[in-house]
């Protein structure tokens, strides 16, 4: 038996089972409906982003894994990953030392971002402009066939140019309006995403939930949930805020064209950035466990 295994708490086939059918009706309250919508050809200016924007397939989204740190009671009909999992006269675990050299780098990579990102002062006054520089002169409007503009595009272009724009993620600004690019005060590329992702960005508290993934099936899956919804969350308010209308769909907008929609964005904004910070922390902690125990 391998003594790392030992060492850990071992959960009997009945409680990670539970965990396990826990964990799969709590995701596919999002996975069947989006099956669903896709098998009818329907789009939703929302809910779409998890296969556009992302890449992890709902399939593999639905699988349950303890994480690094837990040993099960063994069941032989347990659907567990051959490259990460061992098991071993009763047990499995997922044992951290299969980790290849370029998934280790993967982890390195992704803790360093997060470090980094989690020691940053918030930045919390972008309202949200950076959809509305994407639609700026109405060159491309990414979700015309799902969602009409709820404003006319000159109220929009107006808004843009007028205000001050300073996004800093790159996968927002990479979809700006070749128009607006001059108007953001920052030039975020990939290679600089390590310099310039902060904790207040509604894109990066979003992103924890490709992290998470990314990190699997080395974490343990209900923090991949914790992710997921609160990567849900900031979606909605990001599209919210945004020069659509998705009344349709049952969300009022928050209209940061006046005063009062940008504060109310802020508060928004704020409770994501601590429920981010929050998350975050925890994948800290898992992702230096993991690699820890992967030496």
Aim: net charge neutral; with cysteine; charged share 30%.
């Amino acid at each position: 038996m391998n003594p790392l295994a030992d060492a850990q708490t071992v959960i009997s086939v009945a409680e990670w089972q539970e965990r396990a059918a826990r964990y799969r009706e709590k995701v596919k309250e999002v996975t069947v409906p989006l099956r669903e919508r896709k098998s009818r050809h329907e789009k939703h200016p929302v809910y779409d982003f998890l296969h556009t924007y992302y890449s992890f397939s709902m399939g593999r989204l639905e699988r349950w894994f303890p994480g690094v740190g837990v040993t099960l009671e063994d069941d032989p009909e347990g659907d567990f990953p051959e490259n990460s999992f061992r098991r071993e006269e009763g047990r499995a675990w997922t044992d951290a030392s299969l980790l290849t050299e370029k998934g280790r780098q993967r982890l390195e990579w992704i803790l360093n971002l997060l470090k980094r990102t989690q020691g940053r002062p918030p930045h919390l006054a972008c309202h949200g402009l950076h959809e509305w520089a994407m639609v700026y002169s109405g060159a491309d409007v990414r979700h015309r066939e799902s969602v009409p503009l709820r404003l006319p595009q000159a109220k929009i272009d107006s808004l843009v140019s007028s205000r001050p724009i300073a996004c800093s993620h790159y996968d927002a600004f990479r979809f700006f309006s070749p128009d607006a690019v001059p108007f953001n005060k920052l030039s975020p590329t990939l290679l600089t995403r390590e310099e310039n992702e902060q904790p207040g960005c509604i894109h990066v508290n979003m992103d924890l939930y490709k992290w998470a993934y990314k990190s699997s099936p080395w974490i343990a899956s209900e923090l991949l949930a914790e992710a997921l919804f609160l990567a849900i969350e900031a979606r909605e308010i990001d599209m919210r805020a945004s020069p659509y209308d998705l009344t349709a769909y049952g969300y009022e907008p928050i209209c940061v064209e006046i005063p009062e929609g940008r504060r109310d964005y802020e508060k928004h904004q704020h409770a994501l950035f601590l429920k981010g910070l929050r998350l975050r922390a925890r994948l800290i902690d898992s992702l230096t466990a993991i690699l820890a125990a992967s030496s």
